[in-house]
């Protein structure tokens, strides 16, 4: 699995204008109802922080990664965002998150969600990605460098 196969372009925020985790959650939800017509923001938002009340998404290393199970779809969906500000995410090692990946799974879906939710974490662990990802200059920029690292992994 690549996260392309998770991701399109346009699932892709150059610079999220959001400021608190409450916030970064509702503009992903927004991007990724706007190219996904079965996905309905609002929802999506409500089963996140649901899943956000459980325990924190944000795995450290400035990284967060929301998910959740949404009724209805048929495929894995993601969207990316950074903040280069960073937001408080109430992340493990209390750090705020700059690099967010948020992921929607099938609701029978335990097996693949869990084994994306791998992939992601194990791709956003590697520090030289982090870095060039802060450092991209343009979406296309963070649009390569994810691609590239999706050939790498």
Known sequence: M???DLLTPDTVI???????KEGVIREMCECLAAVN?????DE?????MER????ST???DGVAIPHGKYPGIKFLVGAFGRSR???EFDSMDGKPAHLFFLLVAPENSAGLHLKALARISRIFKVERLRK??????TKEEIIEILQEEDERA
């Open 37 to 41: 017509d079965e996905i309905n923001a």
């Open 14 to 20: 150059e610079e999220l204008k959001a400021t608190t």
């Open 58 to 60: 944000g795995i450290g």
């Open 132 to 137: 060039k990802l802060l450092e991209a200059s």
């Open 85 to 87: 500000q960073g937001v």
């Open 2 to 4: 690549k996260l392309f």
């Open 52 to 55: 956000e009340s459980l325990g």
């Open 44 to 48: 999506l938002f409500r089963i996140l």
